[in-house]
């Protein structure tokens, strides 16, 4: 029996990768602006984050990736509604003030609900997904034109003073 343990462990060992160091890059937006409405009831902000702070190598894979974002104003009673999209083109915040707006996916590629117990629990942390979109601006940085976060629950009023809350964690390895 102990030969068969054995040899199971050594047939693991075989084909688990090897990781050789692991890091967390935590960010904060380094562009941050509300859209303008456009009468839909819809609050859009665009959030672009600088990954050079992310060591580079072979092997790199993202292990997680969430944009976290906690924000006051969030209805304790209702169920508020998040949406991530991903910029298509570059933008700066003084090109959205004189022009007003950004493109932008039209389906959402993450979204996020706070229930009333997830309030109670978290208060009013927004926590979504962007592993998939890391991992692609990890291989081509240059399509890294940041996000925009929709969500009818929040007025821009609520969020104008919140925005440099926003983090972006990427939790990623090295394996051989």
Same mark, same amino acid.
Request: overall charge negative.
């Given at each position: 029996?102990?030969? !068969?343990?054995?040899?199971? @462990? /050594?047939?693991? %060992?075989?084909? =688990?990768?090897?990781?050789? &160091?692991?890091?967390?890059?935590?960010?904060?937006?380094?562009?941050?602006?509300?859209?303008?409405?456009?009468?839909?009831? !819809?609050?859009?902000?665009? @959030? /672009?984050?600088? %990954?050079?702070? =992310?060591?580079?190598?072979? &092997?790199?894979?993202?292990?997680?990736?969430?944009?976290?974002?906690?924000?006051?104003?969030?209805?304790?009673?209702?169920?508020?509604?998040?949406?991530?999209?991903?910029?298509?083109?570059?933008?700066?915040?003084?090109?959205?003030?004189?022009?007003?707006?950004?493109?932008?996916?039209?389906?959402?590629?993450?979204?996020?609900?706070?229930?009333?117990?997830?309030?109670?629990?978290?208060?009013?942390?927004?926590?979504?997904?962007?592993?998939?979109?890391?991992?692609?601006?990890?291989?081509?940085?240059?399509?890294?034109?940041?996000?925009?976060?929709?969500?009818?629950?929040?007025?821009?009023?609520?969020?104008?003073?919140?925005?440099?809350?926003?983090?972006?964690?990427?939790?990623?390895?090295?394996?051989?």
């Amino acid at each position: 029996m102990k030969y !068969v343990s054995i040899g199971v @462990l /050594l047939s693991l %060992l075989l084909v =688990m990768p090897v990781v050789a &160091g692991a890091d967390v890059l935590k960010v904060a937006p380094t562009q941050a602006v509300i859209l303008p409405g456009d009468g839909s009831g !819809v609050t859009r902000v665009a @959030l /672009l984050f600088d %990954l050079s702070g =992310m060591r580079g190598g072979s &092997g790199r894979k993202i292990n997680a990736a969430h944009l976290q974002w906690s924000i006051t104003g969030v209805s304790a009673n209702e169920r508020s509604e998040f949406f991530l999209h991903e910029a298509t083109s570059a933008w700066t915040e003084a090109q959205v003030a004189a022009e007003g707006n950004i493109d932008y996916t039209e389906d959402p590629v993450a979204g996020w609900e706070i229930e009333p117990l997830d309030y109670e629990r978290n208060g009013g942390l927004v926590k979504l997904d962007v592993k998939k979109l890391i991992q692609e601006w990890c291989e081509t940085p240059s399509g890294n034109y940041g996000v925009v976060v929709a969500t009818t629950d929040l007025s821009s009023l609520t969020l104008t003073n919140q925005l440099e809350n926003a983090r972006l964690v990427v939790r990623y390895a090295f394996y051989k």
